[in-house]
């Protein structure tokens, strides 16, 4: 049977109105001459995003209207009576006019409180709820994680030959910043695949730590290319980016995995794909069991290796602030190392400094220069990205990947 628009407008607005599943579908059935049973209605509701209240008896809904636009935007109005006053939250006035947040975000909202009177139960409030609302396009981050991960293989790397008798003290840092898949693609970073491997077959390392310092992806979007906070971008194939992203990350894994003793995979957000980048980094650690995975929404991470501290930050946020939010936020690393550094990016081009002794690398990026880049004239930059060997007290060796050579 195929649901007409008549038929979804109607069954919303009966939703609305506090109806129960059975008084829907009755109705339905009445007003269309039909035969639909209460889970087919319940499930149709769930697939356009609409839910019957589990919490129906907290408040009823005197009178509903609804408004629905070409653009998709939905206006809704509701009075309900409530036991207890709602919270300001976008959340719950959304729900309180049948919307699940996890399927519609909220464009605008209000309400107003009145004072209904009544013999039987006195003085009750009343609010009027007011919201308009929009689908979310695609699905949720944890949706989209629970599919991706669902039936991942995982997959072991065994150590190169006699690598795991002979691992040296010496540690590999491969700072990953600004990657920007759907701009970049899996072809064009190959050459620094295959300079890895040579640093790697001069010798193998005590800890490979790979860092994914954000805007792996340039779009945090599946159906649109957007940033994070919205921001329009060029159109890029996300579904694409999401399998060049994954060889090629996945490529530096299984190398790094082969000739270390121990592997870890730091990853903080970009402003390009700070939710998108977490379900990625979620999928690897499903993939490679043997990779430890460090994986958060915050800003900021820190690693120590031996007498190394290595702050991590994307670089658009809090930049003049981060050798005092090291020594403040991470202080037990501040303290017990004597060589410090800062890795950040999302300026796209490289700089080392030294703030009274920490010193702060802000990388570069392999990308292509995309249609903003060229249009403002930011296509001077070298498209390389650099890899550094620690000791236990400082940096040893600097490696420069693209271009013509390992460095």
């Avoid at 006053?85 to 959304?94: F, H, I, R, V, W």
């Avoid at 703030?355 to 995309?370: A, Y």
Wanted: proline share 4%; hydrophobic share 35%; aromatic share 10%.
């Amino acid at each position: 049977m195929k649901w007409t628009k008549e038929m979804n407008k109607t069954a919303v607005e009966l939703l609305f109105k506090g109806n129960s599943r059975r008084q829907v579908t009755d109705a339905l059935n009445d007003q269309f001459n039909l035969n639909l049973n209460t889970q087919a209605v319940r499930k149709h509701l769930n697939r356009l995003g609409y839910h019957f209240h589990a919490h129906a008896r907290d408040f009823q809904a005197d009178a509903a209207t609804i408004h629905m636009t070409s653009d998709g935007v939905q206006d809704a109005q509701v009075l309900v009576a409530l036991k207890h006053g709602p919270d300001k939250s976008p959340e719950t006035l959304m729900r309180l006019c049948g919307y699940d947040p996890s399927y519609f975000e909220l464009v605008s909202g209000e309400y107003k409180v009145y004072e209904q009177h009544s013999k039987a139960a006195g003085t009750v409030p009343q609010y009027a709820i007011h919201v308009k609302v929009r689908p979310r396009l695609g699905i949720t981050t944890d949706e989209l994680a629970a599919v991706l991960n669902e039936k991942v293989k995982p997959v072991y790397v065994k150590p190169r030959g006699e690598v795991a008798k002979h691992y040296p003290l010496n540690n590999l840092v491969i700072p990953l910043f600004d990657l920007h898949f759907g701009v970049t693609h899996f072809a064009q970073l190959m050459p620094i695949l295959t300079q890895l491997e040579t640093i790697f077959d001069r010798q193998n390392y005590n800890r490979v730590v790979i860092e994914l310092g954000g805007d792996t992806l340039h779009s945090d979007f599946m159906e649109k290319t957007q940033t994070a906070k919205n921001t329009q971008l060029d159109h890029v194939d996300t579904v694409q980016a999401w399998e060049d992203a994954k060889r090629f990350v996945g490529t530096v894994i299984q190398t790094s995995l082969a000739n270390a003793a121990h592997v870890d995979l730091y990853a903080i957000p970009g402003n390009h794909d700070a939710d998108i980048q977490w379900a990625f980094v979620d999928g690897l650690a499903d993939r490679y069991p043997q990779l430890t995975v460090h994986n958060t929404t915050g800003y900021r991470q820190a690693f120590q290796l031996g007498h190394v501290g290595i702050l991590m930050a994307h670089g658009d946020v809090a930049l003049k602030k981060l050798p005092m939010l090291f020594a403040n936020e991470y202080s037990n690393i501040w303290s017990d190392t004597g060589w410090r550094e800062i890795h950040y990016g999302h300026f796209h081009h490289e700089v080392t400094d030294d703030e009274n002794g920490v010193i702060l690398r802000q990388m570069g990026t392999p990308k292509p220069s995309d249609n903003y880049e060229k249009k403002n004239g930011y296509t001077m930059a070298h498209h390389i990205l650099q890899v550094y060997e620690y000791s236990t007290n400082r940096l040893e060796l600097t490696y420069t990947l693209g271009g013509e050579a390992v460095a």
